[in-house]
């Protein structure tokens, strides 16, 4: 790794600029793989609880299952998409009550 570090001062701009795509281009595949990974532990109709960028314990059910997020209604009404890495399955939760709204499949 030190090599490849050190081999970066002998290249140009212009190499430096496609060597940068290639990373970014890289990275965002990682990434859509290890979404595409965590989706897979989720089903619509789980019970899952997350932690609000306020600090707040969010629970919900899950109503549908995105490219890249999981959203998810709670008992309030309200809807939320997130992440799959920020949520958590509830085993042994009670189910949502019916009149909360209608469940949407996958696309």
């Known amino acids: 790794m030190d090599d490849l570090l050190d081999s970066l001062d002998e290249?140009?701009?212009e190499e430096l600029i496609t060597l940068n795509h290639a990373i970014v281009t890289r990275i965002k595949e990682l990434n859509?793989?290890?979404?595409q990974s965590q989706l897979q532990h989720?089903?619509?109709g789980n019970q899952v609880q997350f932690t609000?960028?306020?600090?707040?314990?969010v629970i919900g059910t899950i109503v549908r299952i995105n490219k890249k997020t999981i959203s998810l209604v709670t008992e309030a009404g309200?809807?939320?998409?997130?992440s799959p890495g920020l949520l958590t399955k509830l085993v042994n939760a009670?189910?949502?009550p019916s009149d909360q709204g209608v469940?949407?499949?996958?696309d």
Not at 32 to 35: P, R
Not at 78 to 82: E, N, P, Q, S
Not at 103 to 106: A, M, R, V
């Open 103 to 106: 469940i949407e499949l996958f």
């Open 94 to 96: 009670a189910p949502m």
């Open 42 to 44: 989720f089903r619509v």
């Open 11 to 13: 290249l140009h701009y």
């Open 32 to 35: 859509i793989i290890k979404a």
């Open 78 to 82: 309200a809807r939320w998409k997130v």
């Open 52 to 57: 609000s960028s306020a600090g707040d314990l």
